[in-house]
Each structure stands twice: as structure tokens, then as C-alpha cells.
């Protein structure tokens, strides 16, 4: 038979360990006496389960997390749409061919070659001369200039060959002459045009009284020219040297020394092959100047009439670099005039038994230019 069990509650002796009977008030082998709080601590302990750790959060610290929580996904959303938005890189095949077999060419179309297409020269036009008509007034007709329809027909110079039924080629387009302005340039700009210049080279030790010394130009001349503020100069420095400028050489004798012949005029205004046709015109001849003109120096201005022929011309000396033609040499007849014109420096030389001035060259004659000049009659007076 099996051992009965023993159901009835008990208790544990504190000290010894013995296993009591619940209603023992003394352990039986130590002795110890029980006390009621041990046994109802015993009796009334209840069997709990196992229950979640519980977390307490203040408010404060809800919304940071939150917060932290939001971010966190913002990042994430970003993220993903940059990776979305990356370019897509398309891996190409290298394909190899083998030398057996061998590609077939394509002819490409035939592309067309540009080809300069010229453009057609205007033809002249046909005019038949009607009575009363002058060079000067089918010119005007036509917008040309007369030594154009001179040169078109091999037309005498003064153009006074016309007859009635006489067709005439008319050349088209021609560029009407436009007038320069007859203004005054400043003396000083034209004298440094025409100044002849030496170009120097500052070197080691140089001062600017031994380059003045060297080619006897003064040194408040260098320095003016060269728009220097002191007497100092720097080696390496570029210098214009005005050769116009050179003093006359100092000597015992007492016949002053005579400057070297002039260089040749050059003339500035107005243009070669001008045309002036207003009634009130100026005709402002101007040239630059060749240096500083002694007091017996000047320059001799020369204008002919072409067309008049041989006898009609004036010559007038002048001191400034400028002469206005007089009014009185415009001709009154109903052809235009061509008039030539130069300028050559002169020097007194003596006077005649009349008491007239004699003058004789000192330097080169300018080369000469043309200008074309309508008649009174003919010439064209500006609407207001």
C-alpha cells in the first residue's frame, strides 16, 4: 500500500525548519514558540502573476518625443524622394565586331554644297537731254554727283557739251557726297598731328636736361608734350621727342640761322571731291600746321577755277592754318565750277620797286584737292 498523504495544512518552524502542523503553537524539536503573524503572513500570502513594467511620461516630455518622431520621418521622406529623383545612368553594351564579317555601307544622302549666288550689277540708266537741262541739273534729278556723270559719259571736265536728243548714261547708285563740317580743329591738336616726332628710350643715368641738350629741344617742351609733371624720368621710359620744337642752333655769326625746308603741308579740310550746294555755304579750307611759323614766314593758299579755264585763280597768305574762300569767287553762269586748291609754306625774301612783298619757298607744296561748287543759279537752298 502507498503512504497516505497529508492534506491538512502545516507550517515551517522558522528556526529549525521542521514541518509543523498549522494550529502548533511550539516547534517540537527547537522549542521555538510560533507567533499569529507568522502564520497569517503565511496564511494570508496570495499568489500574484507576473504583470508588464509600467512607464509614467510628463507631458513635456510626450511632445519632444513626438517631435523627435516627426523629424525622424521627414529625414526618411527626403531621402527617398532624392533617390527618386537621381538621374538614371543607362549601362551601354560595347559590341565588338569580329573581322570576318564586314559592315555594309550606307550611302548618306546627298547634302547640297552652298553656292555664292552674285548679286546683278545695276545697269545704268538711259536719259535723253531735253532742252534747258545742264549737268549740274540732271545730277540733281538723279541724286548723283557731276564728276560721277562726267566720268560715266567722257564728258568734258566743265560738262558744257550738251545738246538736245544727247542720251546720257546715268549711273545708279551713286552715294550722295556728304558735307564735312567746315568747324576749326584746335591749333594744338593739328600743330602735334603734323609735328614730326623721335622716339627715345630712357637709359641708365639719363636726365631729362641731357636728352633735352642731346637734341636741343627744351625740357619744358619734353615734358609738356609728354605730359610729365616733374623733370624726372624713369629708366625704360618711352619718350616723344617734338622735333617741330627744335631751338635754333646758338652761333657767333650774326645772320640768324635759317630753319630746314618745311615738310609738305597736309590738308585737312574739306574732303577731295566735295560737293557744296547750299547758296549760303562756307567753304572753310584747313590744313595742319608745320610748327612754329617765324614772323616772316606764312602760308600761300592757291585756288583755281578748273572749269573757267586758265587765268581765273587767287593766292592769299595767311599766318593761321584756315582761309574761308571768298563769296565774291562763286560764279554767277549756270554750270557748276570745280576748284583746286594746295598750300605752300613761303618766306619773305625782300620787296619789289612797287613796295610788294617777295616771297619764296620754304618747304614742300601739299598735295592738292577738288571740290565742286553749284552756281548761284543752281544751287539748292535748304527748307525751313
Known amino acids: 500500500m502507498s503512504p497516505e498523504k497529508n492534506t491538512s495544512p502545516t507550517q515551517?518552524?522558522?528556526?529549525?525548519?521542521?514541518?509543523?502542523?498549522?494550529d502548533a503553537n511550539r516547534c517540537l524539536v527547537c522549542g521555538t514558540e510560533?507567533?499569529?503573524?507568522?502564520?497569517?503572513?503565511?496564511?494570508?500570502?496570495?499568489?500574484?502573476?507576473?504583470?508588464?513594467?509600467q512607464i509614467?511620461?510628463?507631458?513635456?516630455?510626450?511632445?519632444?518625443?513626438?517631435a523627435l518622431l516627426l523629424g525622424f520621418g521627414a529625414i526618411v521622406v527626403y531621402v527617398a524622394l532624392q533617390r527618386a529623383a537621381a538621374p538614371v545612368q543607362v549601362v551601354t553594351e560595347t559590341v565588338t565586331l569580329t573581322p570576318t564579317s564586314a559592315p555594309s555601307l550606307t550611302a548618306s544622302p546627298d547634302i547640297p554644297t552652298p553656292s555664292h549666288t552674285p548679286q546683278p550689277t545695276v545697269t545704268p540708266l538711259a536719259y535723253t537731254v531735253k532742252l534747258g537741262d545742264t549737268c549740274g541739273s540732271i545730277a540733281f534729278s538723279f541724286d548723283v554727283?557731276?564728276?560721277?556723270?562726267?566720268?560715266?559719259?567722257?564728258?568734258?571736265?566743265?560738262?558744257?557739251?550738251?545738246?538736245?536728243?544727247?542720251?546720257?548714261?546715268?549711273?545708279?547708285?551713286?552715294?550722295?557726297?556728304?558735307?564735312?563740317?567746315?568747324?576749326t580743329l584746335n591749333p594744338a591738336e593739328s600743330t602735334k598731328a603734323a609735328c614730326p616726332l623721335d622716339f627715345y628710350t630712357v637709359k641708365e643715368n639719363d636726365t631729362l636736361s641731357a636728352i633735352s641738350l642731346n637734341y636741343n629741344v627744351r625740357m619744358d617742351a619734353i615734358r609738356d608734350w609728354n605730359g610729365l609733371v616733374n623733370d624726372v624720368v624713369r629708366f625704360g621710359q618711352q619718350l616723344e621727342i617734338p622735333l617741330c620744337m627744335r631751338e635754333a642752333t646758338p652761333g657767333p655769326s650774326p645772320t640768324p640761322t635759317l630753319p630746314p625746308p618745311y615738310p609738305p603741308v597736309n590738308l585737312l579740310l574739306p574732303a577731295d571731291?566735295?560737293?557744296?550746294?547750299?547758296?549760303?555755304?562756307?567753304?572753310?579750307l584747313q590744313w595742319a600746321s608745320v610748327g612754329n611759323l617765324r614772323e616772316n614766314e606764312a602760308y600761300a593758299v592757291s585756288v583755281e577755277d578748273l572749269t573757267e579755264g586758265q587765268g581765273r585763280k587767287i593766292v592769299e597768305y595767311v599766318s593761321d592754318?584756315?582761309?574761308?574762300?571768298?563769296?565774291?569767287?562763286?560764279?554767277?553762269?549756270?554750270?557748276?565750277?570745280?576748284?583746286?586748291?594746295w598750300v605752300l609754306t613761303v618766306r619773305q625774301a625782300g620787296t619789289d620797286e612797287e613796295g610788294n612783298t617777295v616771297w619764296?619757298?620754304?618747304?614742300?607744296?601739299?598735295?592738292?584737292?577738288?571740290?565742286?561748287w553749284l552756281?548761284?543759279?543752281e544751287a539748292v537752298t535748304p527748307a525751313p
Open 273 to 284: 571731291g566735295a560737293v557744296f550746294a547750299q547758296i549760303n555755304e562756307i567753304i572753310t
Open 12 to 22: 515551517i518552524c522558522p528556526t529549525c525548519g521542521t514541518r509543523l502542523s498549522i
Open 360 to 372: 619764296e619757298p620754304a618747304g614742300a607744296v601739299s598735295a592738292s584737292r577738288v571740290f565742286t
Open 321 to 341: 592754318t584756315k582761309y574761308i574762300v571768298p563769296a565774291s569767287f562763286r560764279t554767277g553762269d549756270s554750270i557748276p565750277h570745280i576748284y583746286r586748291w
Open 375 to 377: 552756281s548761284q543759279s
Open 145 to 183: 554727283t557731276i564728276q560721277s556723270l562726267v566720268l560715266q559719259n567722257d564728258l568734258p571736265a566743265d560738262c558744257s557739251t550738251l545738246i538736245e536728243g544727247q542720251v546720257l548714261q546715268i549711273p545708279q547708285p551713286t552715294p550722295t557726297a556728304t558735307t564735312l563740317p567746315s568747324a
Open 56 to 66: 509614467t511620461l510628463s507631458l513635456p516630455v510626450a511632445f519632444g518625443l513626438f
Open 34 to 53: 510560533l507567533t499569529k503573524s507568522e502564520k497569517s503572513t503565511k496564511t494570508n500570502k496570495a499568489v500574484q502573476g507576473s504583470r508588464l513594467p
